[in-house]
Every structure is written in C-alpha cells, then in structure tokens.
C-alpha cells in the first residue's frame, strides 16, 4: 500500500475509486460503474468515503460489501493516520468545544475529540488537508494528533457538541444558584434562579431526552453535586457518565422537566413523581416516569424511559421459550387464581407483567390494574394508581376493582397481609390475579406469604405458580465469536451449575467489543427465569411450618430449573457468558 502522500487536498469520489483499484480493494470493472458525483446531504455534498459505502460495492478480495469501516481502515493507512470511533459518551463535549469555534470546526471538517496535557486528538474527514493544523497548534500550544473519523459522525457531533456547549454557557450566564442546596456557599451573586424555560434550557433538555433515545438508554440520573452537577444514562443495566453541568444550569433543567413532568416545581423539600410524553427520533411516542429526590446539594431527578415496544414483544424476545414458556402460559390462561413474579427492582418483572396481560387482553375480558405509580398507560387495560395522600392503597384500591366486575386484577406489589388478603379474596371468587413480589427465588415466594401471616390451605388453594427472572445482558450480534479453548474456565461452568452436574457446551462464545456495542461486548439484555409451578407435590409441600431448602429441593426434583440453570442454557446456545449470569443470578447458598 502506498504512503499518504497520494492524498492531497479535498477528497473526491473518482480519485479515492483509483486508488482503491490500485491497492487492489476494487475490481476496475466494479470502480467504472461508480458515479463521481455524490448527493447533496443537508447543506452539503454527500462525502465520497459515505456516498462509497451506501453503494455497497463488493469487495475484490472477499466479495463482501465495501463497508465504511473497511473504507476508514484503508484510508488511514494510506495516509499514514489511525480511526478512530466518535463516542459521545467518552468525550468531554466542554472540554473539546473550548479548543477551536464552531465556524472553524466545520469549515475544516474537523472537530476535536480528546484534550489532555500533552496532545489534542482531533478527528477529521480530509486527510490531504492540513492548512488548519499549524493555526490551531499556535492556539493551543500543544501537539495535534490527527485521527480519521467518519466523516457524518463528524458533522453531527460537531453540530450538536457545539450546539450543546452554547447552550450550557448561554443558561450559565453569571453561574447564578439556585436556593435548594443544602450546603451551598453563600454568595450574593448567585441568589437568583434561571428561568426553567430559558431557551438555552429548553435545548439542554431536548438534547438530552433525544441524546438517551439514541444510546438506547432505559434510565436518565441528573445528579447535583456541590459546584456542578452529573447526568448519567443507564445502558443495558449499566450507568455511563454523559456530562457535567454547572450546579445553576442543573438546577434549571430540573424545574423545566418537573414542569414538563407537570410536578410542583416550588416543593423542592419532598420526593414528587411526575410523567411525561414525548417522540423518539423515529417519531413514535415514549413515556418517561419522572421521580425527585431531594439530596443535600439539591434535587435528583431519576427518568425511567418506557419504550412503546415493551408491550408489543413476545415472550421469545423476552428470552422465556421451551418448557418454561408452556409452564408460564398455562398459569396466566388459567380462569382464576393468584399468579406471581418474582425479583428485584430492575429484573424486568413489569415488562412480563405488561407483555402476558397483553396478550391475555381480549375484548371478551375486563383487565383492571392497581400500581404504584402506572409504569406504563395501555388503553386495553383500566389502570388506577395507588395515591396514599386519599389512603387508596394497593387493598382498598383492589377491594374498589372488585366491585367493577373484573375477570384479570393486576396488583403491582404484595407488601402486606391486608393485600395478600384482597388477592386471596379475588382469586377464591373467580379472578385471575397477577402480582409481584420481591424475593430473590421462587420457592422464596411462597414463604413470604407465610410470614406476611397468609395461612398455608389459602396459598395451596389460591396460588398458581411463582415466576423469578433477572436480566442478562447478551453478546453483541455484531462482534460474537468462538471462544478460544485456553481461555474456557471449566470451574466456572461447574459453580453456575452446581449442584446439578450438567455437561458443559462443546462451545463457548464471547465479544471481544466492537463500534456497535461500544466495546463491551453486549448489546441489550434477556430474561433468565425460575418457574415454579404450586401443583401436585409441590402444593402438597406447601405447610405452615415449611422450610425453604425443603420446599425448593422438592421443586428441583419436580423439574424447576433455578435462575441459574436457565442462565446456563444462555449461555449454552450463546447468547451470554458464564461471568454474566453469575453476576446477577443468586446461589442457592445466597438464597437462604
């Protein structure tokens, strides 16, 4: 391959084709048929490396289709540069936009990425041009090292960075304070508030909102500190930090999303919950769960994202298939009874709940709901909220629905006898009756409801079955390949599926991380249950005086598989790792 000094000025799509005939990347006959000029794209002409790879021009030596990325890999090495991947959620948006403006950034179709002590990274898409490099290096008085990006990941970032950087400092102003700091420095420029719907805030919050779309967030933490403020998205079960913005400009966007959230925006004393609705990108409807907390250096704002989708996925997308899928099914089409999910915050046990009544929600049937707070608005369904201020309950709420002739009632949450009691209530005179609650097993489940006081003869008589889940993520589609056998630990396949003995698979995979996944190697999360059916044996097992180690191994000798069973049968078809269930799926030890 040649040197880069091939590469000079603009790039155009003619000479780039050449080029790649000449290292042999395209066939010539492939490269004659190659229009020259690209399309317009927004205000600007589509560049040549984009306009190549929306060809999907074969490969000369893999018949594959030319992708940008193999596109960006050849370039660089022609002149003699790096890529380098755009992460929004790895760069300093304050830090970058400081080094050059916003005109000279696109001009030269450049834009900072890393600013650190010794060097500037500044990704660009012309590698022949460098007439800005020598100015810039004056200004910033350091090295520049230059990486080749993608050349529309680029132009979007450096719009919206530099968009966003505006904002904050437009909203910053004079680094006015807002009042609900507990421990704040007293200073008597900083005793006025910004105004929620300041334009500045309004695009902060409209990046955001749209920013957490893209990442594929499920949870937005907006998180005051003492001079500045931290917002964080949770991905795939993990928090990422996104930005830091200045204590007075954190303290705007909360009241303008508590105003959207249409929350008291003056009480800033008490935790408040709130919702909203909004449109992603693609333009269908999300709902966001909004809850305040106040904390010592301000209010914490937790954003839940629910995705229209959730209730539209069928139980293989939900990762529950086989023996477990035919158990489950038969307890949720049951005509009455008491069916429960088990687990912690988190586990997904909403999204079962929401996906099975779904499905069971025909116009032959009244689906009433009673939650804390109505995770998500479904018209097949009539919901109502818990509201403790009017004492509506979860039991008065399910003593009121059992007067509106129901034929499912789903409880969000059994916390106490006189709830357990209304559900025993309704499935003893003909309802189906879903609910949830929090153990860490399913047999658990069953012993919970003993000690919340519920007699025995009334579980055996009332309760179905008992579903635990927890969430896994899986290995990114894009980058999963086979493991290799030196790096297979044999003990750790031995302790998830202890104290069974259960023959490891012939194959192991992993994801050594790519662009798609960030380079974690997951790529969104599935569910692993725990089915425990209360029938035959295991109903008669169910006493007043029962032990769960007994309970549960009568279970396991009836076919339940535990969560980490099912985790490993993941993990067997590769669709996790070993380490990954492990992480979130309880022993047996654990679980006494």
């Known amino acids: 391959m040649s040197g880069g000094s091939q590469i000079n000025g603009p790039l155009d799509t003619g000479h780039i084709a050449r080029l790649l005939v000449e290292d042999g990347v395209l066939a010539e006959s492939v490269a004659k048929r190659v229009g ?47 890529t380098y991947h755009i992460d929004p959620l790895k760069i300093d948006v304050t830090a970058v936009t400081e080094v050059m403006s916003f005109a000279f950034a696109q001009r030269h179709r450049i834009l900072a990425v890393a600013n ?197 996925r069928n139980f293989d997308e939900l990762g529950l298939r086989g023996e477990d899928l035919k158990r489950w099914q038969r307890m949720i089409r049951a005509p009455h009874g008491i069916v429960l999910v088990t687990g912690p915050t988190g586990s997904g046990k909403t999204t079962t709940l929401y996906s099975s009544l779904k499905q069971i929600a025909t116009s032959e049937v009244n689906v009433c709901t009673i939650e804390d707070p109505i995770e998500m608005v479904e018209d097949a369904f009539n919901q109502m909220q818990v509201q403790h201020n009017i004492n509506l309950d979860f039991a008065s709420g399910v003593r009121a629905l059992l007067r509106q002739d129901p034929d499912i009632i789903m409880i969000g949450e059994i916390r106490d006898l006189e709830t357990a009691e209304m559900a025993i209530q309704a499935a003893l005179t003909g309802h189906l009756v879903l609910s949830t609650l929090h153990t860490n097993d399913a047999p658990s489940a069953v012993t919970r409801l003993l000690e919340l006081g519920v007699p025995a003869y009334l579980i055996r008589a009332t309760v179905l079955g008992v579903m635990a889940q927890r969430l896994v993520r899986t290995l990114c589609p894009y980058c999963k390949a086979p493991m290799p056998p030196e790096q297979v630990d044999p003990a750790a396949w031995n302790a998830l599926t202890a104290p069974l003995k259960v023959s490891p698979p012939k194959q192991y995979y992993h994801a050594p991380g790519c662009l798609e996944c960030r380079n974690t190697g997951f790529y969104g999360r599935q569910g692993i249950y725990e089915i425990l059916p209360v029938e035959g044996e295991i109903q008669a097992a169910v006493k007043d005086d029962v032990a769960l ?6 279970a396991m000798k009836k076919g339940m598989h535990t969560l980490r069973l099912s985790g490993a049968r993941k993990v067997a078809v590769g669709e996790t790792t070993v380490a990954e269930v492990l992480r979130v799926a309880p022993s047996l030890h654990s679980q006494n």
């Open 36 to 82: 020259v000029r690209p399309p317009m794209v927004g205000d600007r002409v589509q560049h040549p490396l984009n306009y190549l790879a929306a060809q999907q021009l074969p490969d000369a030596s893999s018949g594959r289709p030319l992708t940008l990325e193999r596109l960006l890999t050849w370039l660089a090495g022609r002149a003699g540069l790096s």
């Open 549 to 554: 180690d007994e309970l549960r191994l009568t």
């Open 116 to 312: 650190s002590r010794d060097e500037l990274v500044v990704a660009c898409a012309e590698p022949g041009d460098r007439s800005w490099q020598a100015t810039l290096e004056q200004v910033v008085k350091k090295p520049i090292r230059r990486v080749l990006a993608d050349p529309e990941a680029i132009d979007r970032y450096t719009v919206e960075f530099y968009s966003l950087a505006r904002s904050v400092r437009g909203a910053s102003g004079e680094q006015r304070r807002g009042g609900s700091n507990f421990e704040q420095l007293l200073e008597i420029s900083q005793l006025k508030d910004l105004d929620a719907n300041d334009s500045h805030v309004v695009n902060i919050v409209d990046w955001l909102l749209q920013y957490a779309y893209d990442q594929r967030a499920s949870d937005i933490h907006i998180e005051p500190r003492r001079d500045k403020g931290n917002v964080r998205f949770r991905i795939d079960g993990v928090l990422y930090d996104v930005y830091e913005l200045p204590a007075a400009v954190l303290t705007a966007v909360v009241s303008r999303l508590k105003i959207l959230g249409r929350m008291d925006v003056a009480e800033k004393r008490r935790p408040q919950d709130g919702r909203l609705k909004t449109k992603n990108p693609g333009g269908e409807e999300i709902e966001l769960r909004l809850s305040t907390l106040p904390t010592a250096f301000g209010e914490k704002l937790v954003m839940r994202i629910f995705d229209p989708e959730v209730l539209l």
